[in-house]
């Protein structure tokens, strides 16, 4: 059950308990100012020895990982830090050699706890080499993106990509909390902002009416960037992820897949650009792809396409493949790709379709020839 308590002072803390985990159940933590007081919520999990800060070189240069080291300083802790290159191209099996000897080589041991401060890429990388790293120790996501801040630091599913394979190599590995900081969104650039959006985007499209209305009548506060709809949207999702998450944190009895909407396009279309694409921006036009699959297979209307597609425009999201790559893309090589996704079960296409705004559904075995109906091409072509 998702429990959650805002304290006095609304702009400071909002707790949010995923307590249905057994043992590795958790709290998200949402507040102004957080950043500076990570010491306190890390102190929680003495006794520990070493505390690795994980960053990126982005998140460094913006003062974020420095912040964190000091009020670990502050506490006592012995922090190791360990800056890795921004971009979805670290998030890498041979980025994860890097900092295990790193971590052998400063005496990194079975109790001390990784902090993951960063975007999607730095908390999915490190969760992975925590999880891994002497078979399990213990970290903690501090999400500075929007993306990371409504979806990839909650849940638990850690990894990395293969060239050609996306998320392919990973585990479950909850953390031990989710520590979110307002203030860190104001520095994200935009298109980082709309990255986010797109995840947001799904949430609301595929599985929540309620939030999809909210959003498409408050479009210009959200394009403008409006800090009190963006606490309300961060928390919100962390809400409906987490009800998903305690339901089925395996993804085994098909609630938590739905969390995919989008996904099956997405992660097809980020590996042809070889990884250039943004994963938010890949699902947010995955995500109409799949709408008008959805059409295509009788499953929803053109209504439905049409009102995603204005309330995409309305909010800065894309609708359709940056040009550069539209132009290239190779759709038998998409198909290809997709039987290999990790959602697809002996070669037979599977996608999460919209039934109407607020709901899906999974749809097995799809006809390729269904996808290149979207295109306009032939399947002979
Ligand atoms: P990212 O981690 O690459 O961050 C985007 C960019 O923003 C990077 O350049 C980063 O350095 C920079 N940045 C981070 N915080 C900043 C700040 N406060 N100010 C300025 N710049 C900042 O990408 P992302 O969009 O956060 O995450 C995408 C990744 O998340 C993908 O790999 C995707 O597969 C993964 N993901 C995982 C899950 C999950 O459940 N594990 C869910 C959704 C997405
Ligand atoms: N991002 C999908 C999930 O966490 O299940």
Not at 48 to 72: E, K
Not at 175 to 188: H, N, R, Y
């Amino acid at each position: 059950m998702i429990s959650d308590e805002t304290s006095d002072n609304v702009l400071s803390q909002l707790h949010i308990s995923l307590c249905d985990l057994n043992q590795r159940g958790y709290d998200i933590e949402i507040g102004s100012g957080n950043l500076e007081r990570i010491g306190l919520f890390i102190s929680r999990f003495k006794p520990y020895s070493q505390v690795v800060v994980l960053a990126d070189t982005n998140v460094r240069d913006n003062g974020y990982s420095d912040m964190v080291v000091r009020s670990l300083t502050d506490i006592g802790a012995d922090v190791f830090v360990e800056v890795i290159r921004s971009g979805e191209q670290s998030k890498s099996v041979e980025t994860a050699i890097k900092i295990w000897s790193d971590f052998l080589e400063v005496g990194i041991d079975r109790n001390s706890i990784l902090v993951s401060v960063g975007g999607g890429v730095i908390g999915d990388l490190g969760g992975f080499v925590a999880a891994a790293y002497t078979r399990g120790i213990r970290f903690f996501q501090v999400p500075t993106t929007l993306l990371a801040q409504v979806d990839s630091s909650v849940g638990g599913k850690v990894g990395v990509d293969l060239p050609q394979a996306k998320n392919m190599v990973g585990f479950f590995h909850q953390p031990l909390g989710v520590l979110i900081d307002s203030d860190v969104l104001k520095t994200l650039p935009d298109i980082e902002y709309v990255c986010g959006l797109g995840e947001v985007a799904k949430y609301a499209v595929s599985l929540d009416a309620e939030l999809f209305n909210m959003l498409e009548t408050n479009a210009d506060k959200v394009k403008a960037r409006d800090s009190e709809l963006i606490r309300f949207i961060v928390t919100k999702c962390c809400k409906i992820k987490g009800q998903i998450v305690e339901e089925d944190e395996f993804e085994k009895t098909g609630k938590r897949v739905l969390l995919n909407y989008g996904h099956t396009f997405a992660h097809v279309f980020e590996i042809v650009s070889k990884f250039t694409l943004p994963h938010g921006q890949a699902v947010a036009i995955g995500s109409i792809y799949a709408a008008k699959l959805a059409a295509e297979l009788g499953i929803t209307d053109k209504n439905f396409v049409d009102r995603q597609i204005k309330f995409h425009n309305s909010i800065g999201l894309p609708v359709e493949l940056p040009e550069e790559l539209f132009v290239t893309i190779n759709w038998k090589e998409v198909i290809d790709l997709m039987q290999h996704d990790k959602k697809t079960e002996s070669g037979k296409l599977r996608f999460v379709l919209p039934t109407k705004i607020g709901q899906c559904k999974v749809v097995n075995n799809v006809d390729p020839k269904n996808i290149y109906n979207l295109t306009g091409l032939s399947q002979n072509s």
